[in-house]
């Protein structure tokens, strides 16, 4: 008889950034009860999966033990942690704890999803404690930009961990509660035997500014324009509308919000009332009866996203509101690696409209809400954990972060998705790999990444798509010539006749010398239309392009 | 009968970066004599222009004049200045002049599509002056990062013109010849009618710095290394390829070139003799018998091209070396905005197995070729143009660089593609709009961007494709049911039975209710069967796909 153990398994975030979705377990090997914390979702691109909605951890292995699961803990309301909510909840059943705000976030999903209001707990901050099986959980309130962010104090029979969650080190962070630091030293007096620690800015070297250094220089920038003024910010960046919209207030603007996203949020915060002091909103319609120079918007699509506000704006109008020679654009925020394109395509239609456009180059006008890398040090000097555990980064930050752990003295695991580690003891262990990956939303379809669904997808983007279709008659002779449709070629090559009719000629002549055996046979005639088709379209185009072959047959 | 005229014309390179070729004309409207500054290429990506293998500028303007074209000069042998010669060649027959590392490269794209060696002419430097029609044209060397690359002064009867070509101010370039204010200011010196000026930098606001500096940092960081040691940059960033290898070589490595393009560029610049001073190299083979630590790589790929030599070095082994734990790897250049993802995707897999990656965040590695705003200015200062007009840049970059020339008192002029500027007299007016574009290279075929074949590719990678395939008998009655074959969508939707056959089950009660006018109508046909089987999809998977209709009557 093995005896108890405790493990940690990252199913999605661990050599990612996004997708969180960790899980805690402790009992007989296979049999532990599990908690999971944060189960959110990744953004597709158009590089690996053209098409898709959103990314989802997979989570077939918590499926597969959907009667160990005693809770999901969301740590903050950040899509990265809580977007997946909804779309698992049903596969699950377990339920969801968090904090207020967070909790409202996540009921406004369950409910797009026709999920009960009950299926999210609302639970309140350390010093209390949820139960849950083998686990007590507490939220300890750390500094992030959002609401309530938290990170978790997860008791164990083999002791106390604590999993940062998102955070960065920030005593006057405009929204939530300040990083308290004689609160944690007295949450990890008695010891903490491991951290599971955000490590997203392990390469920042300096240490993090706080939200509270930058109202003083929008404001004054937003003083310093003579047209309406646009400025954009993720809308989960809470703490940023915030600081935003009073600057503007301050600068003796109207606030306007475009775009849902951003609606939402302050209508949650306002709902559960963690941001009391938000200046008064004007709608899009009064809004076009106030002068312009009088008028600060604070709209969605911060990464040049094409649906939302800022883009629509660049192209020309949204909401009946237009900007205009002499408008300023502000970006309160930092491009996410792989959406440059989207930014600078709207960043030059502003240039196009006169509009003069201030991002965060000057380091004035945004600040990170993750820990820079003096930050996580704070953190680790605080919580002195016998074993840290990079989390939140991709492998080449988790690889910095325990080598930073390490020059500590403290012993760094470097677990990615799917490495289950054994926490039992004195010295973290591999237990196990565990078989991980992604789920695509496609459409209102969950499907897995690998299925190749999205790979034929990237493949016809990539080579173009011919149809072939070719009739046999009773005794399997062609009836009239093989056909030719094509999607996403050019109509003619090399030859400069069509491409259509030289791939018909090639296919015609193949089956003319075809044998009954090959034209009886699905599979061979198949094989070799498709095979003759791409051979053709090389010659003539230098692509060979993906080939649907429908054969029917009269007989 | 109106007089001579003076006109400039980008056709690509004016609002975006890439892709060069200016216009420069003399004569009655209609009838100037024309000039090409450059022809270059883009590069295509996933978002825009999946499956395109280059992006050329759009000549069709220039086609449609050939007879009037004198001459093509290329300022350099950079892909978006020299790239689209090959290509364009037989479209506009117009020769090609170029200094001799320039020519070298050419003449190599030349040969590679068949055309003659003496398409490319060789003409020597400033005070060099090489007649073409109405305009004498010289070569007047500026500092950059691949040899003799030169600005060109276009002599013409309304007086000269600098046209920049890329350029920084640089006084130990490396390679190239040093940035020579005495010559500059001597050839300026009796009034310079317009600059046409690379924008690239305007927004980097501190003078830049040369390539002469990075040696001893480079060779500092190839000493501190324990392992094999491998570098990579733009192939055709020439001076950072030789800074590169003599740092190795002082460092006490020998130096071995990886990826055709790294040997192609390196071979060119030695057989024109412009670098005569690189070490030595040894191949990958013979490299295999010296120990890792004695080698420096230097290697293609550094955007993190999936079939660069960085790339097949991150997955596992190139040419038979493999990277192993304590090896470094160097990115000796930026990232292109557009790039990141390729690029983190290798320093994850480095970091996989183990080798440190040492980046240009640091700025001891890496210094751009173009010129940052002070050194804009520098140049603005020794030319003194009556009028600015910038070039090489996105909207924001042109507009940015207008500002600054305004702000001196000189007129600028924001000219995008495609906007013919008449130079004639004291002030610069706009002449004509001229259709402009880019021409896809596909395979083996060009193409318009604007054709629908790439957007047809890109809705494919978004919606996935369906084939419906009918057959109507002689009297237009379908003959057994419609054929639905998908690809790029999942198999199964809401209702879990096989999405192929719930489409085609409604669009056989679509064909059972079609009365026989719709039946005959190939159209109607077409329109009706395909409107029902992407409501079919959306229906049961939320998507609308992408449709081609075969329609086969025995009549």
Redesign the interface.
């Known amino acids: 008889m093995s005896s108890d153990r405790l493990i940690y398994l990252p199913l999605g975030g661990a050599?990612e950034i996004g997708m969180n979705a960790y899980v805690y377990g402790y009992g007989k090997p296979g049999k532990e009860r599990l908690i999971v914390v944060d189960m959110g979702v990744a953004f597709p691109?158009?590089?690996s999966s053209?098409?898709v909605d959103l990314i989802l951890p997979d989570i077939q292995w918590l499926k597969e033990r959907r009667d160990r699961i005693e809770a999901i803990f969301v740590t903050h309301a950040h899509e990265d942690h809580v977007g997946a909510v909804a779309h698992t909840y049903e596969a699950l059943q377990a339920p969801v704890y968090a904090r207020n705000f967070t909790a409202n976030i996540a009921r406004r999903k369950m409910a797009e999803h026709g999920h009960p209001d009950d299926a999210v707990q609302t639970v309140g901050a350390w010093p209390h404690q949820q139960g849950a099986g083998p686990f007590k959980v507490g939220f300890l309130p750390i500094s992030h930009s959002i609401p309530e962010s938290s990170a978790l104090v997860i008791d164990t029979p083999e002791g106390r961990l604590i999993h940062s969650g998102d955070f960065k080190i920030d005593l006057t962070p405009g929204v939530g509660e300040p990083f308290d630091p004689a609160l944690w030293a007295d949450v990890c007096k008695d010891g903490v035997k491991a951290l599971v620690c955000d490590s997203t800015n392990v390469?920042s070297p300096l240490p993090g500014r706080s939200e509270g250094t930058l109202g003083p220089d929008i404001e004054k920038l937003i003083e310093s324009a003579s047209g309406m003024v646009v400025a954009t910010t993720f809308a989960s960046n809470v703490a940023r509308v915030k600081t935003l919209a009073t600057a503007g207030e301050k600068a003796g603007r109207s606030i306007v919000l475009l775009g849902r996203a951003m609606k939402r949020m302050v209508e949650a915060a306002l709902e559960t009332g963690v941001m009391d002091d938000f200046p008064p909103v004007v709608s899009p319609e009064d809004a076009r009866g106030i002068p312009r120079e009088n008028l600060l918007l604070l709209v969605t699509g911060s990464q040049g996203e094409r649906r939302a506000a800022s883009a629509q704006l660049a192209r020309g109008k949204y909401q009946g509101i237009e900007m205009k020679e002499g408008d300023m654009f502000l970006f309160s925020a930092k491009t996410i690696?792989?959406n440059?394109?989207g930014v600078?395509r709207i960043?030059?239609q502003?240039?196009?409209l006169g509009v003069d456009?201030v991002d965060d180059?000057s380091g004035l006008y945004h600040v990170s809400g993750h820990a820079n890398r003096p930050d996580l040090e704070t953190l680790h000097d605080v919580v002195k954990p016998q074993v840290l555990i990079p989390m939140h980064g991709?492998?080449?930050h988790l690889?910095e972060h325990v080598k930073i752990a390490e020059g500590k003295g403290i012993t760094g695991v470097l677990a990615v998705n799917g490495m289950m580690i054994d926490l039992s003891g004195n010295k973290p262990t591999v237990a196990e790999y565990v078989e991980t990956g992604r789920t695509y939303l496609?459409?209102?379809?969950q499907?897995g990444a690998l299925?190749g669904?999205?790979r034929?997808?990237?493949r016809?983007?990539?080579?173009?798509?011919v149809?072939i279709?070719v009739?046999l008659d009773e005794d399997d002779e062609p009836?009239?010539d093989p056909?030719v449709?094509m999607?996403?070629?050019?109509e003619?090559?090399?030859s400069n006749a069509p491409l259509a009719e030289i791939i018909e000629a090639d296919l015609a002549q193949f089956l003319g010398r075809s044998k009954a055996a090959t034209l009886r046979d699905d599979d061979k005639l198949n094989e070799g239309l498709k095979r003759t088709a791409r051979q053709s379209a090389q010659d003539e185009?230098?692509?060979k392009p993906?080939v649907?072959v429908?054969v029917?047959r009269?007989s």
Chains 1, 2 share one sequence.
Not at 442 to 445: A, E, I, P, R, T
Not at 460 to 465: D, I, K, Q, R, V
Not at 487 to 490: A, E, N, V, Y
Request: hydrophobic share 35%; proline share 5%; net charge negative.
């Open positions: 050599g691109d158009m590089d053209p098409g390469f690696p792989g440059e394109r600078i960043v030059n502003f240039s196009e456009v180059s991709e492998h080449r690889r496609d459409g209102s379809v499907i299925d669904v999205v034929d997808r990237i016809m983007a990539l080579n173009g798509h149809t279709t009739i009836l009239g056909w449709d999607m996403g070629l050019p003619t090559g090399r185009i230098g692509k993906e649907t429908v029917s009269l």
